[in-house]
């Protein structure tokens, strides 16, 4: 019987979750200054997808595909990639407080994207996510030699990984003062705190691929993750590769980190809050966690994207404003939690 119940609930499930992201993404392209009714979002896919005929006003249609859509799917993918980061650090450092965001991560990736866009650093070899995946290993691998020299365990990544995080801030800002024009300036600093206004279709093609090459290899290691639940020791102890488990996951949350910063900047709070909203969704097995974290953090990134252009007429918030504005408040709670742990 509970197996005929499982065989029926995956799929159902599976469905549920498509359901749900896809009426987040009409949502999406359909709300802002200028509403759009949600079956005419609908002819515009059916139109442009597969090949349909139904008469759409241009301009209408060309809000919603050029536009709104594109920048749903982006603001999407960016959002669950940042949760499944969140959730994976906080398994594999078994810290509450883990993230991409305080481990310095997004940090170092906007440092390395910022070096690339304003000091052309490495030739034109180096493209924008290029740089920002240089910069997020790079501001991770120093942060680990901190928290080891300062030899106090997990405890201490928390707290070098925030003065690797200030230290890479100052970086960009440096960069930013001595290297850029105003114009420069002003772009780089807006896209810092998280902007998907210039997001079109080609960037869609960095950020799904991304995304989905992380969640895949993210639930590869779901039993592992499990494992580091009682530490390394034990997780070694069951005979998992510790040593192997901790680089392909920390360049996993690395490389989607680095590509979501690349395209809409630096965000905080997703990889914090949502992880702990997951657990107290579905509990701590990971095989269930990650895929219902990554949803949740989809969601939400398309729910702040909407508010951000509705908020205040006429102005586009930065979507880092948004989500900190939810976040704190959303982690204080959370704070006073017991189901708010890794």
Same mark, same amino acid.
């Given at each position: 019987?509970?197996?005929?119940?499982? +065989?029926?609930?995956?799929?159902?499930?599976?469905?549920?979750?498509?359901?749900?992201?896809?009426?987040? &993404?009409?949502?999406?392209?359909?709300?802002?200054?200028?509403?759009?009714?949600?079956? @005419?979002?609908?002819?515009?896919?059916?139109?442009?997808?597969?090949?349909?005929?139904?008469?759409?006003?241009?301009?209408?249609?060309?809000? @919603? !595909?050029?536009?709104?859509?594109?920048?749903?799917?982006?603001?999407?993918?960016?959002?669950?990639?940042?949760?499944?980061?969140?959730?994976?650090?906080?398994?594999?450092?078994? *810290?509450? #407080?883990?993230?991409?965001?305080?481990?310095?991560?997004?940090?170092?990736?906007?440092?390395?994207?910022?070096?690339?866009?304003?000091?052309?650093?490495?030739?034109?070899?180096?493209?924008?996510?290029?740089?920002?995946?240089?910069?997020?290993?790079?501001?991770?691998?120093?942060?680990?030699?901190?928290?080891?020299?300062? /030899?106090?365990?997990?405890?201490?990544?928390?707290?070098?990984?925030?003065?690797?995080?200030?230290?890479? *801030?100052?970086?960009?800002?440096?960069?930013?003062?001595?290297?850029?024009?105003?114009?420069?300036?002003?772009?780089?600093?807006?896209?810092?705190?998280? *902007? #998907?206004?210039?997001? +079109?279709?080609?960037?869609? !093609?960095?950020?799904?691929?991304?995304?989905?090459?992380?969640?895949?290899?993210? =639930? !590869?290691?779901?039993?592992?993750?499990?494992?580091?639940?009682?530490?390394?020791?034990?997780?070694?102890?069951?005979?998992?590769?510790?040593?192997? @488990?901790?680089?392909? #996951?920390?360049?996993?949350?690395?490389?989607?980190?680095?590509?979501?910063?690349?395209?809409?900047?630096?965000?905080?709070?997703? /990889?914090?809050?949502?992880?702990?909203?997951?657990?107290?969704?579905?509990?701590? +097995?990971?095989? =269930?966690?990650?895929?219902?974290?990554?949803?949740?953090?989809? @969601?939400?990134?398309?729910?702040?994207?909407?508010?951000?252009?509705?908020?205040?007429?006429?102005?586009?918030?930065?979507?880092?404003?948004?989500?900190?504005?939810?976040?704190?408040?959303?982690?204080?709670?959370? &704070?006073?939690?017991?189901?708010?742990?890794?």
């Amino acid at each position: 019987m509970n197996r005929t119940l499982t +065989r029926y609930a995956v799929p159902g499930a599976a469905f549920a979750a498509l359901g749900i992201v896809v009426l987040a &993404l009409m949502a999406g392209a359909a709300i802002g200054e200028t509403a759009i009714p949600f079956d @005419v979002v609908a002819k515009t896919v059916a139109n442009r997808l597969f090949g349909a005929a139904y008469a759409l006003e241009p301009l209408d249609e060309g809000i @919603v !595909w050029s536009y709104r859509l594109s920048r749903a799917v982006v603001a999407a993918c960016c959002g669950a990639a940042l949760a499944l980061s969140g959730t994976v650090l906080q398994a594999l450092l078994r *810290n509450p #407080l883990a993230d991409p965001y305080i481990l310095g991560i997004s940090a170092g990736a906007s440092t390395g994207a910022v070096a690339v866009a304003i000091l052309g650093i490495g030739a034109g070899l180096f493209t924008l996510p290029a740089g920002a995946f240089v910069g997020a290993l790079v501001a991770f691998a120093l942060v680990t030699l901190l928290a080891a020299r300062a /030899g106090r365990g997990n405890s201490a990544i928390i707290l070098a990984g925030i003065a690797g995080s200030q230290l890479f *801030n100052a970086m960009t800002s440096f960069i930013v003062t001595k290297a850029a024009n105003a114009e420069q300036a002003r772009g780089i600093m807006f896209w810092l705190l998280g *902007n #998907l206004s210039g997001i +079109r279709w080609p960037d869609v !093609w960095l950020a799904l691929p991304a995304m989905l090459a992380g969640l895949g290899v993210c =639930l !590869w290691y779901a039993r592992a993750l499990d494992a580091f639940a009682f530490g390394a020791e034990s997780a070694a102890a069951l005979g998992i590769p510790v040593r192997r @488990v901790y680089v392909v #996951l920390i360049g996993t949350c690395a490389m989607m980190t680095a590509a979501m910063v690349s395209l809409v900047g630096s965000i905080g709070f997703i /990889g914090l809050v949502i992880p702990h909203a997951a657990r107290m969704l579905v509990g701590v +097995r990971h095989s =269930l966690l990650l895929p219902v974290a990554a949803l949740v953090g989809a @969601v939400f990134m398309i729910g702040a994207d909407i508010l951000s252009r509705i908020v205040v007429p006429g102005q586009v918030l930065p979507i880092g404003v948004i989500t900190a504005l939810f976040g704190a408040p959303a982690f204080a709670l959370l &704070l006073g939690q017991k189901g708010a742990r890794p």
